[in-house]
């Protein structure tokens, strides 16, 4: 009987375009997967009616099942997969945002309009903006960037986020106010 092979070695071998491991390493990371799409999709609730399965299929075929990642351990994996997943959303609130301004359709008066639709007008735009800015902020400053997806899209702790970047807490807390505060003022103003 072999050794079972650790999750990590799996997805080493599956970034290094081992094609047969993508189901056994799908079947493996699901749960997870899905406990961070739930949390995504609760977040951006007015993006798409999609379910938190339909985000993960989308994901895997859209960019994971290609492989070619270099994915160094489970942790870097999933804030991969959570990256991948606000893309996907940014995408899906841009393709709605177009579909709201255009198409042929007459504009509608937001006169009497409910706050609960204008919210949910306004949530796209949002979506798009958090995704424009945390794309700016990577070129501006990539360690940034990287703790403020691990923290608040991958829901990694400061703690953990420590261990994976070998920065110490201090600087992981500072860069995750750092660039919280960054976005702040980025989406008020």
């Not at 990371?29 to 993006?47: C, D, F, G, Q, T």
């Not at 489970?74 to 609130?93: C, G, P, S, T």
Request: no cysteine; aromatic share 6%; net charge positive.
């Amino acid at each position: 009987m072999s050794n079972p092979v650790s999750l990590t070695e799996q997805l080493k071998l599956y970034s290094r375009g081992d094609q047969e491991i993508a189901e056994k390493v799908l079947r493996e990371v699901l749960p997870k997967l899905h406990e961070i799409a739930v949390r995504e999709l609760r977040r951006e609730r007015y993006v798409a009616p999609v379910s938190p399965t339909e985000l993960i299929h989308e994901v895997w075929l859209r960019n994971l099942l290609k492989g070619g990642w270099q994915i160094n351990d489970r942790q870097h994996f999933f804030a991969i997969a959570a990256l991948a997943m606000r893309r996907v959303l940014v995408d899906l609130a841009r393709q709605r945002i177009a579909a709201r301004r255009g198409k042929g359709e007459a504009p509608v008066s937001f006169e009497g309009a409910s706050r609960t639709a204008q919210a949910a007008a306004a949530d796209p735009d949002t979506v798009v903006q958090v995704g424009i800015l945390m794309e700016r902020l990577d070129k501006h400053d990539p360690l940034t960037a990287r703790v403020v997806d691990l923290h608040y899209f991958v829901g990694f702790t400061l703690e953990e986020i420590t261990e994976i970047t070998g920065l110490t807490f201090r600087q992981v807390r500072h860069r995750w106010e750092k660039g919280r505060d960054w976005l702040k003022v980025k989406l008020g103003a």
